[in-house]
């Protein structure tokens, strides 16, 4: 993740305590995003229509990065 975000992995560590604090960060803004468009979403459109929107979404946020469905369990499960 250090070398994607062109730093280096001090920096990286200084900055978040572990590989899965980094990603929970990441996945917080990502999630809080994909929940604000989907509520804009749900004003002009059927709630199961706005529910089939954001899962498709979620669904494809999470094939985009390998591995971020387990890393998202790992996250929700330190989280609770």
Not at 41 to 59: I, K
């Amino acid at each position: 993740m250090a070398k994607r975000a062109e730093v280096g992995i001090g920096t990286l560590y200084r900055h978040f305590e572990s590989r899965e604090a980094l990603l929970a960060a990441a996945c917080d803004e990502r999630l809080l995003l994909l929940a604000k468009e989907s509520r804009e979403r749900a004003e002009s459109l059927p709630a199961l229509e706005a529910l089939r929107v954001f899962l498709e979404e979620l669904v494809h946020l999470a094939g985009m990065y390998k591995g971020l469905a387990v890393s998202l369990g790992i996250v929700l499960e330190n989280h609770t």
